[in-house]
C-alpha cells in the first residue's frame, strides 16, 4: 500500500519498524512520503534544509526493501530501518556538501561520512538531506547561517532555537522522524525545547565526533532529536561505541533504549532527584517557564520519586568559563580555513597575505569573526594566563560540583531555556543571545549527559517548554528512564500545529 504524507508525520521509529515487519508499507513508500512532506513544508515555510538527497534517501529505502524481502525483519535490518533522517550540516556525508552554513564551506564536497552518518546508515536510516544551523555552529537561533533563516514550526514568525535550529524544526514540522544535531553549549538542547521535541546529549565520548565540523573539541557531543524519548534512545542506540578514529569516544553498550522500557514499565518510585532553586531566580527566567517547571516536579514527586534541594556554587561561572574556552578552541579549529587548502578564496588577490586576510574577512559571518577575535586575544602573550588557565581552573571545580552532586541524586532537574522561543531579529545583542544558554552550558562543561523534553506550552506565549533531565557522566539510563517515565504522563502535541493547518488548506497538501 501507499502511505500518504498525514499518516508519515504521525509515525515513530517503532511505528516505522512495526509496519515494514508487518507489510503494511514498503522502506520506499515511506521515503516519497517524506520526500512529499518536505515539498509541501520546506521551501514556503520552514527552511529547516540547506540541502535536500532524495535520491540516496530512495536507494538506502531500495536496500531495506531487499532485505526484507529476501524474509529478514526490518529489525534485523538495523534500528532505523527505513526510518527518514537528517544530518546537521557540519556532519559529513558522502555525495553531499558540508557547509556548515558558512559561504567559507559552501562549495566544500564531503570526502568522508562522519561515524554517526556511516552508523545510522549502517542501521538503515534514510538520508533525507543537510540540515541549517548557525555558522559553525556559533549561535542559539539559526539566524547567523550564511543561507537562510530557519522558523518555528510552532509560529513561523519566531526562531527554533540554535545551532542546530534546522534539525529541531524539520523534526517538529514532521518533515523528519528523527534528525542528529551537535551540541557544543546546549545546540541540540534549547532548540528541542523550542520546537517541542526531545532532543539529547549524550555524555561527552558516548557517540565518536570523527568526521563532524569541529567547534569546541573538549565540548562538542553529537546527538539526536526525536518526537519521542524512544525515538532518540533507539537513534542513540544505533551511533554509540568506541571509534578508532576518535580517541575521546568510549566503549558504549547500546542500552538506551532498554533504559526507556524501564522507565515505562517500573517507573521512578524511590529515585532520588536534584533541583538547584537557584536556578529559578537566573536572570530572564519567565513566569510561564517557572510555572511549567514547577508542575513537573509535582508530576516527579507523584510518580514516587524524592525531590531533593541542591547546591551547584560554581555553576553560576560557567557561562564566563564557556566564552573563554569555546572560543579559545574555536580559534584553532578555524584556523585550518585558510583559503589556500580548502574554503572560500577570493578570486582576485594579487598576493597570499591578501587572499588569506580578504577570503577569511569575505568567508566568515559576524559572529563567527568575533568568537575568533575573542580567541585571538584570549589566547595571546600576557592574556593567556588572566583568562584561559582560570577558565580551566573553574571547570575543574564545575565538574566536582556535578560530581557531588550524583552522590547524593540519581538525576538533576532544570529548565532547559530561561524563555520560551523568541520572534526573529528580536535578539540582536549577542551577550542576550548567550545568556539562551544558562541552563545548558555547565553540563557540556562537566561533560555529563542531558536530555530536554516537552513539558507543555506556556501560558503567556503558547510556545513550547522543555524540561532539562541532567545525569551522572556514563549513567545516561538514568535519564532515560526519567524521561520515559514523565513523559508518559504527558498529553501533549509533538507536532507543530503548523502541519494540521496546512493539510486543512486547498492545495497545502502536497500528495
Request: proline share 5%; glycine share 10%; with cysteine.
Amino acid at each position: 500500500m501507499s502511505l500518504s504524507p498525514a499518516e508519515y508525520t504521525g509515525f515513530s521509529v517503532l511505528d516505522i519498524l512495526t509496519g515494514l515487519d508487518c507489510r503494511d508499507f514498503t522502506a520506499r513508500d515511506v521515503a516519497k512520503a517524506a520526500i512529499a512532506t518536505i515539498e509541501s513544508l520546506e521551501a514556503e515555510h520552514v527552511g529547516a534544509f540547506i540541502s535536500l538527497t532524495p535520491e540516496m534517501a530512495l536507494k538506502a529505502a531500495g536496500n531495506v526493501d531487499g532485505t526484507c524481502v529476501s524474509g529478514a525483519s526490518p529489525f534485523e535490518a538495523g534500528l532505523l530501518a527505513g526510518v527518514p533522517i537528517g544530518y546537521k550540516d557540519n556532519m559529513n556525508l558522502l555525495g553531499s556538501r558540508t557547509t556548515c552554513a558558512s559561504r567559507m564551506m559552501e562549495n566544500y564536497e564531503s570526502m568522508v561520512n562522519a561515524t554517526c552518518v556511516s552508523k545510522t546508515l549502517a542501521a538503515g536510516a534514510l538520508p533525507m538531506g543537510k540540515t541549517n544551523l548557525d555558522e559553525f555552529a556559533f549561535g542559539s537561533s539559526t539566524e547567523t547561517s550564511a543561507f537562510k533563516t530557519t522558523h518555528n514550526p510552532w509560529d513561523l514568525t519566531r526562531v527554533p532555537g540554535g545551532s542546530s535550529g534546522g534539525s529541531a524544526a524539520a523534526v517538529a514540522s514532521g518533515m523528519l522522524t528523527v534528525a542528529l544535531g551537535s551540541d557544543t553549549g546546549g545546540s541540540i538542547r534549547q532548540p528541542a525545547s523550542f520546537c517541542g521535541v526531545v532532543g539529547f546529549k549524550p555524555t561527552y565520548g558516548v557517540v565518536s565526533r570523527y568526521g563532524v565540523v569541529a567547534f569546541g573539541s573538549s565540548l562538542d557531543q553529537v546527538g539526536p532529536f526525536g518526537r519521542s524519548v524512544a525515538d532518540v534512545a533507539l537513534t542513540t542506540d544505533a551511533m554509540c561505541g568506541h571509534d578508532v578514529r576518535d580517541s575521546t569516544s568510549q566503549n558504549i553498550d547500546p542500552t538506551y533504549y532498554k533504559s526507556v522500557l524501564a522507565g515505562q514499565r517500573e517507573g521512578i518510585k524511590g529515585m532520588r532527584v536534584g533541583v538547584v532553586s537557584e536556578y529559578l531566580n537566573a536572570p530572564g527566567v519567565t513566569a510561564e517557564v517557572t510555572a511549567a517547571f514547577k508542575e513537573a516536579l509535582q508530576r516527579v514527586e507523584d510518580l514516587g520519586a524524592h525531590i531533593v534541594e541542591l547546591e551547584l556554587p560554581h555553576a553560576k561561572a560557567a557561562l564566563s568559563a564557556y566564552y573563554v574556552i569555546g572560543p579559545c578552541e574555536a580559534f584553532s579549529n578555524l584556523s585550518r580555513f585558510d583559503s589556500i587548502r580548502y574554503g572560500y578564496c577570493v578570486p582576485d588577490a594579487t598576493t597570499m597575505t591578501e587572499q588569506y586576510e580578504r577570503s577569511r574577512a569575505e568567508g566568515f559571518g559576524p559572529e563567527v569573526i568575533r568568537r575568533i577575535l575573542l580567541g585571538t586575544y584570549l589566547l595571546s602573550s600576557g592574556v593567556y594566563d588572566t583568562y584561559y588557565y582560570p577558565a580551566q581552573q573553574v571547570r575543574t571545580l564545575i565538574t566536582q560540583d556535578y560530581h557531588s552532586a550524583f552522590e547524593q541524586v540519581d538525576v538533576l532537574l532544570t529548565p532547559t531555556s530561561p524563555r520560551t522561543a523568541f520572534a526573529v531579529g528580536e535578539v540582536s545583542d549577542p551577550t542576550t543571545m548567550y545568556l539562551s544558554d544558562i541552563f545548558t552550558i555547565p553540563i557540556n562543561i562537566a561533560g555529563n549527559g542531558g536530555l530536554s523534553l516537552p513539558i507543555g506550552l506556556g501560558l503567556d506565549s503558547g510556545m513550547p517548554v522543555g524540561l532539562q533531565i541532567i545525569g551522572p557522566q556514563f549513567k545516561d539510563s538514568n535519564i532515560m528512564r526519567v524521561a520515559a517515565a514523565l513523559e508518559a504522563t504527558y498529553d501533549i502535541p509533538r507536532l507543530a500545529p503548523l502541519v494540521q493547518e496546512l493539510s486543512n488548506t486547498p492545495g497545502g497538501d502536497a500528495r
